[in-house]
């Protein structure tokens, strides 16, 4: 491998992994290790699947069809792909992440040492960067890769490895059994967003890496896979150091503590005073960099989408405002609201890419995959109805589907149907 395409590897996989390690993936992991205590490593197992394993896939995904998530087009009707694009990054972006990086900053990184700051002013500040650094798109992944995401990685690996060295070789036993563990950590995946922003970033990654030259299908595969590889590495040290952390925090896991409490509290236990600086250090590298690629991906994806009649920059501008709206709320507020959004659109991100994965070559008819994914949106949908209104015959349902226990329901059905109708769209 030449000395350029070991560099822009390296600097795409750490843009990558910056882009997904947001505010969520600060937060969860160790939210995860003091609910779970002795069982950890079994919600690990669980939290890897949906989370890392399911996003890589998602990348590999939209690498195999094109630049970008919105090259499905080309296969599928665009109407169909397109209402999935607007959802997910509606999703990811304006409703839940990035609002989410503004409200979590605040509190961790200026409440506690500027308290005469308001979170507006912050707000003002804090999305006006993010808008200034999302204007030049050709930049994005230099400024995020080389600039920015080195100082996330350095200030997490000082508070993990200082936290393992002193942490407790006990773990507390919170009465979980293996499979309550594990769902428990396949659950919390979905609320880290990095599924759907695997969706949505790869593209950005990946027209960077068309950029620097490997424009052939097999190098800019090979490219994007090993960028791929790299950022899952760092998120496997990243979330399991901080779920370990979470673990051994002699935190009582009590209803009532917030995620932010538990990563101030570990912070300022493990590095003393210094704690407070290092882990607002690393909130405020983590939300920018997603925050900045979110805000990015939403003014590409809206520009292609109404080819070109909504500028970039237009796009832009309008999650960056939306955003710094919504981020009055508190972390808490906005991880609530989500789960119901992340319930919707989730399965069906996860449903389209295993199906272009595992049948894309194989399987040509876009019958199976447009009935796979609206199975998955309709049955997804009636859970969340049943689960708000509490309707019991929906709720019975919903348990006695295979994999419930796991929270992925849908999953069966979902196959089967695209099995049956390509079947009969293969004999008709």
């Avoid at 070109?308 to 991880?335: N, Q, T």
């Amino acid at each position: 491998m030449d000395k350029k395409k070991f560099i822009t590897i390296l600097t795409a996989g750490f843009a990558l992994f910056a882009m997904f390690f947001g505010a969520g993936n600060l937060v969860i992991p160790p939210y995860i290790g003091l609910k779970i205590g002795a069982l950890s490593g079994v919600a690990f197992a669980g939290f890897f699947v949906s989370d890392i394993l399911l996003s890589f896939l998602a990348v590999v995904m939209v690498a195999s069809v094109g630049l970008t998530f919105t090259d499905l087009g080309k296969r599928f009707p665009p109407l169909f792909v397109n209402a999935l694009v607007f959802l997910i990054i509606v999703t990811l972006g304006p409703l839940i992440c990035v609002p989410r990086t503004g409200s979590t900053t605040y509190e961790v990184a200026v409440q506690p040492f500027f308290p005469q700051i308001g979170k507006i002013t912050f707000g003002v500040l804090y999305f006006g960067i993010t808008l200034l650094l999302s204007i030049s798109k050709a930049k994005i992944v230099d400024i995020i890769g080389k600039i920015l995401t080195p100082f996330l990685i350095l200030s997490l690996t000082i508070l993990i490895v200082v936290g393992t060295i002193n942490a407790p070789k006990e773990l507390v036993d919170n009465s979980y059994s293996f499979g309550e563990a594990f769902a428990f950590g396949f659950s919390k995946g979905y609320l880290t967003l990095d599924v759907l922003a695997g969706v949505i970033f790869s593209g950005l990654i990946i027209s960077s890496i068309v950029r620097e030259g490997y424009r052939s299908e097999a190098e800019k595969k090979q490219v994007t896979i090993l960028s791929g590889v790299i950022a899952a590495g760092c998120l496997v040290f990243i979330y399991g150091g901080l779920l370990y952390l979470g673990a051994t925090s002699n935190l009582s896991s009590s209803e009532g503590i917030s995620y932010i409490d538990i990563l101030k509290h570990i912070a300022y236990s493990v590095l003393g005073d210094n704690g407070g600086i290092v882990i607002s250090i690393a909130v405020a590298f983590a939300c920018l960099t997603s925050a900045i690629a979110i805000v990015s991906a939403m003014g590409e994806i809206f520009e292609n989408i109404s080819k070109g009649r909504i500028p970039y920059k237009w796009g832009v501008w309008i999650c960056s405002l939306v955003s710094f709206a919504l981020s009055i709320r508190s972390v808490d507020e906005i991880i609530h609201y989500a789960g119901y959004l992340l319930d919707f659109s989730y399965p069906i991100t996860i449903a389209l890419t295993l199906f272009v994965l595992f049948f894309g070559k194989r399987v040509q008819s876009n019958a199976p995959y447009i009935v796979g994914v609206t199975l998955t949106a309709i049955l997804s949908g009636l859970f969340i109805i049943g689960d708000l209104l509490h309707i019991a015959w929906i709720n019975n349902f919903k348990t006695l589907l295979p994999l419930a226990d796991y929270r992925i329901e849908w999953f069966i059905p979902a196959f089967l149907s695209f099995i049956i109708t390509a079947i009969i769209v293969k004999r008709v």
